[in-house]
Each structure stands twice: as structure tokens, then as C-alpha cells.
């Protein structure tokens, strides 16, 4: 099988790792990038939606056509290699796929913002940005890395970095469903979110989102699973911070006390 795949792709092996490093060198590039124009750019879908970026959406279409493509990718990856009965890969798979399906297929129809838009554009760019990291994650994972077998699983990177994303997992949905309980079906408008860490910062779904990825990079031990981390920090930090300054500005009862995306901290 594998000397088919490398037929269709039209590249040898260490053909296949010089691509496989540029395309990740040029990612963590393109990531400070991202990072650097957040801080001057709100993309505008959610809180932050605004005219003058081109046609629209429903926001359940978006989110649709933003996370499934992380699905899809990563399960390619996985049936073309030759690891199907890898123990490690599968456990790759499983977790990956936990966070990915909730966010593609059940999240996107929990939401309750009745006639939200988000432009075709933002759509678009998560979905690239899904494939690129699909590709990153996946082609790397079951099919150029070296072949872990079942002792990853006990491995104490393994471990640590499945207790974090498990952490991450929770704080992620546990935030989330706190947002979704804010409004009855068919209200619209915000509200000062209460409960878990919201006590503390503002944003706890990314920082839950932001522990997951960390240790994804942990448990996978790859390049690949570390661009991502910092792909989402690059990400959601700004867009954390930019949430903050809209509530502090929104409601003047805000809590003082509370900080962006860590406890503490920032």
C-alpha cells in the first residue's frame, strides 16, 4: 500500500519529508503573521460582525464548512496509511476525532443565535486552514512519522499531553454550554456569562481550546502537533483579548477582576 501511495503522490520518501518540513516551516511563518495582524484586524463573525467583507452566510453553514473539513482530512489520512491497526494511531484518530466532531457536526446546530451571518470569506479561511493542518497532522501521523507502537500509550509524553487535552476538552464544553444556556431559544443579544471559569477570564472556551492543542503537540510529539498549538494560540489569544475590551466596553458592571484567557495572567 505504501509504495502505492508514494506512485500516486509522484514523490519519494525524502521528497516527501522536504515538502512535508517546508509546508510546516512556512505554517509557523504564515502563524506570526496571523498572530502579529489580530491585534489590527477583529475578524468579523460572532460579537464582532460587520459589514464591508463581502457576501454572507448563515453562521450554522459557516461553522459547517469551517470544521468538517477537519474531520474529513484527518480520517483520509488515517485510511490511506498503512497504520489501520496501529494502537497509537488509532488513539491519534479517536482523540482527534473527539474534538472535531462535536465542533462540526453537533456545536454548530447547539448554537443560539437565530439569523446570525458570518461572511463567505471568514467560512473559507477556516476551511483551508483545516486542510493545511489536517494534512499537517494526518500525513505526518500515519504516514511519514516513525512508527510508535502500542508502549506510546504508556509513555509518560503520552500521558501528560492526554490529561491536558482531556482537561482542555472539558473546560472547552463546559464553557460552551454555559454560553448556550444564556439565552432562551430565539432570543437574541449578550449577556455577562457566569459559572466556571468565567469567574476568572473571559474567554475560558479558548484557553480549554488552547490547553487541548498543547497537549495534542504532547501526546502526538510531533512538529506538526506544535505548529497547531501555536497556530492557536496565534489565533485565539488576539481574538480573547479583543473579546475582553468588548465587554469591558459593552457592560460597565463587568467584573474588574477578570482577565482575557488565563487566570491571572493575561
Not at 180 to 185: E, N, S, T
Request: glycine letters at 8%; one cysteine or more; hydrophobic letters at 50%.
Amino acid at each position: 500500500m505504501v509504495q502505492i501511495q508514494r506512485h500516486v503522490k509522484g514523490m519519494n520518501t525524502m521528497n516527501a519529508y522536504e515538502f512535508y518540513n517546508a509546508v510546516t516551516v512556512s505554517w509557523f511563518c504564515v502563524a506570526a503573521l496571523v498572530f502579529i495582524s489580530l491585534f489590527f484586524i477583529t475578524a468579523p463573525y460572532g460579537r464582532h460582525n460587520r459589514g464591508g467583507w463581502g457576501p454572507k452566510i448563515g453562521a450554522t453553514t459557516g461553522w459547517l464548512i469551517m470544521e468538517i473539513p477537519a474531520v474529513v482530512t484527518i480520517t483520509f489520512f488515517y485510511l490511506m496509511g498503512d497504520r489501520l491497526l496501529n494502537p497509537a494511531a488509532i488513539a491519534f484518530l479517536l482523540i482527534w476525532q473527539t474534538h472535531y466532531i462535536n465542533r462540526a457536526l453537533i456545536f454548530p446546530f447547539r448554537r443560539r443565535s437565530p439569523g446570525a451571518e458570518m461572511p463567505l470569506m471568514i467560512a473559507f479561511s477556516g476551511m483551508f486552514f483545516n486542510v493545511v493542518n489536517g494534512y499537517l497532522q494526518g500525513y505526518w501521523l500515519f504516514y511519514l512519522s516513525p512508527l510508535k507502537d502500542a508502549s506510546w500509550l504508556y509513555d509518560p509524553r503520552f500521558i501528560i499531553g492526554l490529561l491536558m487535552f482531556l482537561t482542555g476538552l472539558i473546560v472547552n464544553h463546559q464553557s460552551d454550554n454555559i454560553l448556550f444556556r444564556l439565552r432562551k431559544p430565539g432570543e437574541k443579544g449578550y449577556k455577562i456569562p457566569q459559572g466556571g471559569l468565567y469567574r476568572w477570564i473571559s474567554s475560558p472556551n479558548y484557553f480549554g481550546e488552547l490547553i487541548e492543542w498543547c497537549g495534542w503537540a504532547i501526546l502526538t510529539w510531533s512538529l506538526g502537533g506544535l505548529a497547531f498549538a501555536v497556530w492557536t494560540a496565534a489565533n485565539l489569544a488576539p481574538r480573547a483579548i479583543k473579546h475582553h475590551k468588548w465587554y469591558r466596553q459593552t457592560f460597565p458592571e463587568y467584573p474588574a477582576e477578570r482577565k482575557a484567557l488565563i487566570p491571572y495572567v493575561l
